[in-house]
């Protein structure tokens, strides 16, 4: 794909009137942009989720723009479409590097795809940045290129753990999860909570993708009398699952992460079948002044948990860059993430609040829309608080926040 345009933009998100390019100050259009790829996915499992990433990717460079850009240079954003898939993932990131040239790429959401597009970062010093959760995203020697804002599978399952330990009804759980690079690791870390806490597990099965029918797993499942089964599922296959549970008659308890449990899984399985579902994900900084103006600069945005995530990750690759004084590579991306993410520093909240204290030779520490945005030294954020949601009249309501 070239370059993003307005047509382009709306047509992936389906919003009418989304500003995507911006006016840059004259000075600016003088020197040569700087190209930031987005790699989401606009469609396949995770096509819930990727056209609101990339609007709020968009949003961000269009303020960094008219503002006259970063060191006096606009940015240039670049999109593709994952498709959900490894394979496309690795053949669109190819073309970002290689003909695009992008210094960084943001808003990748499957695991499978970062973990296949990682090396090829990785090797050409290109910086990316996403939402994936499988623990290998961040292991290995990816030599400081690669982080994320959505914590690893390991804090995940724990913390699903500690809901899940909260509630003295659920004493028998089982664990029904896609074969996915996250489904073993985030089991684990799960299900160490629950044993820790007395809880049995009755069942720990993984599956897998694209089975018109689960029965037999739900035969199995169920025999084992579970008063809660955790579906750490997409929402394809969510949506096979709960059909064939709700089928099978049971009355338990039903939790899963909410990029399954979502708008279209809903209409999918239909009212009846999603009433009571749980879901968990991390939960944004409701309101703190950057998720204020997140929300005011993409509408309806606000309805996934990844679209505040992209716009920090745009924003703190923005800063990254603008701490490097003029030099713009993934090397100075890398080297600046935790000087503008991390304290000590003075807290700032949008990237206009950070590049002026940063001009003035300040550190600054970006407080952003998905919350803290602090990051260890392979690149993981250190702790996020949960937002913990229940299917009510066919719509996911708060029920509450588990902080870590």
């Known amino acids: 794909m070239t370059e993003m345009t307005r047509r382009e933009i709306l047509k992936a998100s389906g919003m009418a009137g989304l500003a995507v390019a911006a006016p840059v100050a004259a000075t600016a259009q003088s020197k040569e942009p700087i190209p930031i790829g987005a790699l989401s996915p606009l469609t396949g499992a995770g096509g819930s989720y990727g056209p609101d990433m990339q ?9 960094i723009n008219k503002a006259g850009g970063i060191s006096g240079r606009p940015i240039q954003l670049f ?9 496309a993932g690795v053949r669109a990131a190819r073309k970002l590097i290689d003909v695009n040239k992008v210094v960084a790429i943001v808003a990748t959401w499957a695991s499978a795809v970062t973990l296949a597009v990682k090396p090829l970062c ?14 290998s995203v961040t292991q290995g020697d990816h030599k400081g290129y690669i982080a994320r804002t959505q914590p690893n599978t390991n804090l995940q399952g724990r913390m699903y753990g500690k809901f899940v330990v909260s509630k003295p009804e659920w004493k028998r759980v089982a664990y029904m999860a896609l074969q996915t690079p996250y489904a073993q690791s985030f089991g684990d870390a799960f299900g160490g909570v629950l044993k820790g806490a007395g809880v049995t597990i009755t069942d720990s099965l993984i599956y897998e993708d694209k089975k018109p029918s689960y029965r037999s797993e739900v035969t199995r499942v169920l025999a084992t009398n579970p008063d809660l089964i ?3 599922s997409y929402t394809p296959d969510a949506v096979v699952l709960l059909k064939d549970i709700y089928k099978a008659g049971y009355k338990g308890a039903i939790l899963g992460p909410t ?15 999603a009433e009571g579902v749980w879901n968990m994900d991390r939960a944004p900084l409701f309101d703190s002044p950057a998720y204020k103006e997140f929300s005011a600069a993409v509408p309806r945005g606000d309805d996934s948990p990844y679209a505040p995530q992209a716009w920090d990750q745009m924003t703190l690759v923005a800063l990254a860059l603008a701490a490097g004084k003029g030099e713009v590579s993934g090397t100075v991306i890398k080297d600046n993430l935790r000087t503008v993410a991390n304290p000590p520093g003075t807290v700032v909240h949008t990237f206009a609040e950070g590049a002026k204290l940063l001009r003035e030779g300040k550190k600054v520490n970006y407080e952003g829309a998905s919350g803290s945005c602090d990051f260890d030294q392979i690149g993981d954020i250190l702790s996020a608080p949960f937002i913990v949601q229940q299917v009510r009249r066919g719509k996911s309501e708060r029920v509450t926040i588990i902080n870590p």
């Open 122 to 135: 990785v090797e050409a010093k290109v910086f990316i940045i996403g939402v994936s959760g499988a623990d």
């Open 55 to 63: 609007r709020a990717v968009a949003a961000v460079i269009e303020r």
């Open 230 to 232: 955790m579906a750490e």
């Open 259 to 273: 990029f399954a449990i979502n708008a279209k899984f809903i209409e999918g399985v239909g009212p009846e079948v």
């Open 79 to 87: 999109t593709e479409d994952d498709q959900t898939s490894a394979e």
